[in-house]
């Protein structure tokens, strides 16, 4: 996926960034299992990459299919720089 706005999904371990990733490949959406950014400071070493587009909608299958979210962002790349921005999770819908 070579965007240079995106969305990033952390998890709290490897297994739920797997199941996350096995839950999105069901469908339709663009997304990618990638390294976790350095730039994030996280507990998994896997976090899922997706159009910003479809975040409402991928966090309300993650809650469904009880996959726990660490943390989320939205991502701007800038040539190599990369601008994080922090969504909390109180911010998107919990349904």
């Known amino acids: 996926m070579e965007i240079s706005n995106y969305a990033i999904i952390t998890f709290g371990s490897t297994s739920y960034a797997l199941k996350a990733e096995k839950i999105m490949k069901n469908l339709v959406k663009l997304h990618m299992i990638i390294p976790t950014p350095r730039e994030i400071s996280a507990s998994c070493g896997l976090a899922l990459k997706i159009d910003p587009s479809f975040l409402e909608e991928c966090f309300r299958i993650l809650a469904r ?28 819908p919990a349904n």
Request: net charge negative; charged share 45%.
């Open 65 to 92: 299919e009880k996959v726990p979210v660490e943390e989320v962002y939205r991502i701007e790349e800038e040539g190599k720089k990369k601008v994080l921005h922090k969504i909390t999770l109180d911010q998107l």
